[in-house]
């Protein structure tokens, strides 16, 4: 008795049959074949044809991300660097460069002046509480100084009491 085996011609494929979508818009054709000429890693992620991207952009960012791991790695700060720790510091810098530069330009403004000057940024730091204290060693060139007369400088007012006209010294 020879067992009845069935030949399975070359050209056939072992996979089942794809179904149809029930949806009615999928439809066989409209399937790709999975191949390895289509991903870079036989399926998981982009091709390699595809632009890279930059991590400040991953990080929604401005401030260039790269480059900050690059100065942590020649500074010698520490023997490694994490990952997440130029992104991380990328977001603080530019976080203080937005509020820096909204506080200057609203001095600007205030001025009636189109164009940030350093004085503007003096301004705007100094009248900052935060700011202040974190930039108060920091000199900040053509800043030039507040605008500040002391209290004992000013010219007292006159008439302060009801019977007060002039000094104790000045009555006969």
Not at 3 to 22: C, F, G, N, V
Not at 87 to 95: H, Q
Not at 110 to 132: G, M, T, W, Y
Request: aromatic residues 4%.
């Amino acid at each position: 008795m020879q067992a009845a085996t069935k030949a399975i011609p070359k050209t056939a494929s072992l996979r089942p049959p794809r179904r149809s979508s029930s949806l009615g818009f999928l439809r066989d054709q409209d399937i790709p074949e999975m191949s390895s000429t289509t991903s870079a890693k036989g399926g998981r992620g982009k091709a390699k044809s595809s632009k890279s991207v930059s991590r400040s952009h991953k990080a929604g960012l401005q401030f260039p991300v790269g480059r900050i791991a690059r100065f942590l790695k020649a500074g010698k700060y520490a023997e490694r660097v994490g990952a997440g720790a130029p992104v991380y510091l990328a977001a603080v810098l530019e976080y203080l460069a937005a509020e820096v530069l909204e506080l200057a330009g609203n001095a600007a403004r205030d001025n009636k002046k189109n164009r940030i000057v350093p004085r503007h940024i003096q301004l705007a730091v100094r009248n900052d509480e935060e700011l202040s204290k974190l930039l108060g060693t920091v000199t900040i060139a053509s800043g030039g100084v507040l605008p500040n007369i002391h209290q004992t400088l000013l010219p007292s007012k006159a008439g302060k009491g009801k019977g007060d006209i002039g000094s104790a010294s000045q009555e006969f």
